[in-house]
Nanobody, 124 residues
Framework: EVQLVESGGGLVQPGGSLRLSCAAS????????MSWVRQAPGKGPEWVSA????????TYADSVKGRFTISRDNAKNTLYLQMNSLKPEDTAVFYC?????????????????WGQGTQVTVSS
């Protein structure tokens, strides 16, 4: 059974940092590109970042470029999102998701497995 479990969310002041983790199980983690997607209150899902299975290729939404860093440890079957210089507009539930092999990385509707999400709140 494929499982994705996020952790690391919380309340942080503007300008602060958080590191999200996503523990994966039930599949060959290194074979799949992975993604982070967020959903703010009252809004639709927003693609944030994605990383290739081997970790050599990454991509980011313009809204987070230069502030967020996606990474993975395939030995630990874990995906990460380091978030720095957080802004109130980053407040959202953050989800990790698996990208099916051969799928468009940016097409969130094609993702086949999702975690339960972790809340990130940026507020003073």
């Amino acid at each position: 059974e494929v499982q994705l479990v996020e952790s690391g969310g919380g309340l942080v002041q503007p300008g602060g940092s958080l590191r999200l983790s996503c523990a994966a199980s039930g599949f060959t983690f290194s074979s799949y590109a992975m993604s982070w997607v967020r959903q703010a209150p009252g809004k639709g899902p927003e693609w944030v970042s994605a990383i290739a299975g081997g970790g050599t290729s990454t991509t980011y939404a313009d809204s987070v470029k230069g502030r967020f860093t996606i990474s993975r440890d395939n030995a630990k079957n874990t995906l990460y999102l380091q978030m720095n210089s957080l802004k109130p507009e980053d407040t959202a539930v953050f989800y990790c998701a698996r990208i099916p092999i051969g799928s468009n990385w940016y097409r969130v509707s094609d993702y086949d497995y999702w975690g339960q999400g972790t809340q990130v709140t940026v507020s003073s």
